[in-house]
Structure formats: structure tokens, C-alpha cells
């Protein structure tokens, strides 16, 4: 099969990606993988390689891929019959890229994660370091949840919520998000309008995506849009595009108008992107009076997390951790890494002249 893109373009246009597939593009109703669809997935991943672009793949799939070859006991739980089908499937899923790649005389290796391995910033770091290792090899990494060993309370919303997760981590250029449908739809007038572009400012994306389980529920297109809108205030661009579409990606790198593109904004330090997406992750949290709240949010000057600033103090943490940053209304503001531990954070509280329990640097505040 030909196309049309040219791969020294896509070169020019992005160096480092990460693609994410849904498990609706490459398996069927049955739950049965899709040969065709990861043939073609592979390929143009590996015409993106040969042209020196770097390329982390997040799939899902495991769990739909273990439905076809096992049945879970009914006396068992809805996360045990997760792990089980998950377990099991996963083999078949990345052996089914891994032949695939084999084709192209590249490898791939499997990377399993969970929510855990981003909350600790040394885990996160190591995490970072091996992927890094992985690319400088040509080694198309294959990212997934391990869902056979994560509990409810440790799963990810879905794969959307990983791989921005992970587009974050390695700083890249460009998230491509792959769905079975071609992007986000206006649905507010009589015909539905593909959106070919979503400018960072937008919030509001309820108002194009209609209500129903499949776009809401796991997975959903609201949940893409708003990790989309976060990466691209990140300095990510991110688009949504059908993956089932032959040559997607190749048309996608090439800077073909394909799908729903979100623009990045000014890239952020790697420090804060890690933090601007530990909503959920945080091991405490800290409760500031008007005026610290003003001296975070007004955007003058750079401005860290001081004591004297301070009123409350929530649950155990120790220096490094994450922690959430409120108003006394209980709205939150923001996130940022602790400089301090929590019993340090109390006794500070309120003083003046103490050392930032927050420095700026490690301080994400969130846009209105």
C-alpha cells in the first residue's frame, strides 16, 4: 500500500510521539484482535522510525484480547475477572505487535504500569530513564496498564489518562490519540461537523460531545478532550484521530489535516508537567488564606509556597511527595512537590521567614 505523506515531512514536523490505540480499533466484537488493523498500525510506526522519529505506543486491548481465549469463573470478582482476562491477554496483544514489528526487522518491548509509578517522583524518574533507554535503541516501546496486578483504587481512568500521562513524561512533541471515530463532532446544530481544530483556551466540551455510556463511560471522547486540552497547556500538541483509517499516522506525522488537532502552547518545564497531572495521586494537601491564593494565581511574578501563607495541613507526607494545594473554601488550586514533611508543614504554619513548603519550581497552579 501506498501514501502520500512523505516521511522526511513527518521528520520535520514532529521528533518525538506517543501514539495511543484503543481497544475498539484493534479488536473486533468478539474481542478477537484485528490482524489487519495492527498490521497496518506497525507499519506506519515503523516508516515513522525509519525516519528518525521517536515513538512510544500505549495500547490497550489485553483485556478485550483475553475475552477470546478465556471465560473467568462467575464466582469470581469484577477485578479478579480484570486480572485474569488482563493476564492472559496481554501475551497474545504484544506478540501480536511484536511479530508485526519483527516484519520491519524492528523490536518492541512491553512496559506495564500502574497509577503507583507515577506518584513517586524517584519511581517516575526511573520509569523515564528506561524508556529513554528503549528509544535510544530503536526499541518501539509497548506501554500498558497492569491491570493483573492494580486494584480499583490504582487503576487509571482508562489508557487515555496513561498515555497522557506518558506524553507528559517524555516531553514529546505530539500525543496521538486513536479512536474508531475520526475526531471531535460539533453536535450542537442540525448536522454533526468534524472540529479540526480545538484552541487551548476552550474548557466547555461537554457542549459537543453528546451524553451517552460509550462517550462518557471508560474511555470516552470527554475524557480525551480534557487530557487533550491539558497537554496541549502543556506544550504537547495532541490529535484525535480514527485509527482504522490506513496510513493514519503517516498522514498525521505529515502534517495532513486529519482529525481533531489540539495546538500546543509554550512547553512547560518537565518538573511541573509531571505535576500538572498528579490529580489523584497527591499524598496530602496544604490550605492557604486569600492572600497566598492571590500571590499564586496572579501570574506577576514567580511566587513559591510559603508558611506564613499556610492555615491547614492535611494527611502524612514526606519531602518529594506530591501534595494538593486548596483555598479555605475547599477549592483546589493547584499541585506541587513537597519541600518538607508533613509535621514540618505544621509547625511552620502561619510563621514568617520560614523556607517555601512549595517552591515554584515544583509548583503547578491550575488555569481558571
Known amino acids: 500500500m501506498q501514501y502520500n505523506s512523505d516521511m522526511n515531512q513527518a521528520h520535520r514536523v514532529y521528533r518525538k510521539i506517543v501514539v495511543k490505540v484503543g481497544t475498539n480499533v484493534i479488536t473486533g466484537k468478539d474481542g478477537r484482535l484485528d490482524p489487519a488493523i495492527i498490521a497496518d498500525l506497525t507499519r506506519g510506526i515503523a ?10 505506543l500505549v495500547s490497550s486491548g489485553a483485556v478485550g484480547a483475553g475475552r477470546s481465549i478465556v471465560k473467568p469463573s462467575g464466582s469470581m470478582t469484577t477485578v479478579e475477572a480484570r486480572q485474569v482476562l488482563a493476564a492472559t491477554g496481554q501475551i497474545r496483544l504484544v506478540n501480536a505487535y511484536a511479530d508485526r514489528f519483527a516484519e520491519h526487522d524492528m523490536l518492541a518491548a512491553q512496559i506495564l504500569v500502574t497509577r503507583e509509578d507515577f506518584r513517586d517522583r524517584q519511581h517516575y524518574l526511573n520509569m523515564r530513564t528506561c524508556l529513554n533507554a528503549l528509544l535510544q535503541q530503536k526499541i518501539i516501546p509497548i506501554v500498558n496498564e497492569n491491570d493483573a496486578v492494580a486494584v480499583t483504587e490504582l487503576m487509571f481512568t482508562d489508557n487515555d489518562e496513561l498515555s ?3 506524553a507528559s513524561m517524555m516531553q514529546v512533541d505530539a500525543h496521538i490519540i486513536l479512536s474508531n471515530v475520526d475526531g471531535l463532532f460539533d453536535m450542537t446544530g442540525e448536522e454533526k461537523k468534524l472540529i479540526r481544530e480545538i484552541e487551548p483556551a476552550s474548557k466547555n466540551f461537554s457542549q459537543f460531545v453528546r451524553p451517552t455510556k460509550s462517550e462518557f463511560g471508560r474511555g470516552g471522547m470527554l475524557t480525551k478532550c480534557n487530557i487533550a486540552n491539558k497537554l496541549s497547556r502543556l506544550g504537547i500538541t495532541v490529535h484525535i484521530a480514527n485509527g482504522t483509517t490506513p496510513g493514519i499516522l503517516q ?7 486529519v482529525g481533531t488537532r489540539f495546538p500546543a502552547q509554550k512547553p512547560k518545564h518537565g518538573r511541573k508537567q509531571w505535576i500538572a497531572h498528579s490529580e489523584g495521586l497527591e499524598k496530602g494537601a496544604v490550605i492557604i488564606n486569600e492572600g497566598a491564593q492571590s500571590a499564586l494565581t496572579s501570574g506577576e511574578r514567580a511566587s513559591s509556597l510559603l508558611p506564613v501563607g499556610v492555615t491547614g495541613v492535611e494527611g502524612s507526607f514526606s519531602k518529594g511527595d506530591v501534595i494538593r494545594i486548596c483555598s479555605e473554601n475547599g477549592k483546589v488550586i493547584g499541585y506541587g512537590m513537597a519541600c518538607c514533611s508533613d509535621e514540618k508543614a505544621r509547625a511552620a504554619m502561619g510563621k514568617k521567614g520560614e523556607k517555601p513548603i512549595i517552591h515554584y519550581d515544583y509548583l503547578y497552579i491550575k488555569p481558571e
Open 47 to 56: 516508516e515513522l522510525a525509519s525516519a528518525g522519529v521517536k515513538v512510544i
Open 164 to 166: 497522557g500521562l506518558i
Open 251 to 257: 498522514q498525521i506525522a505529515g502534517g495532513e489535516e
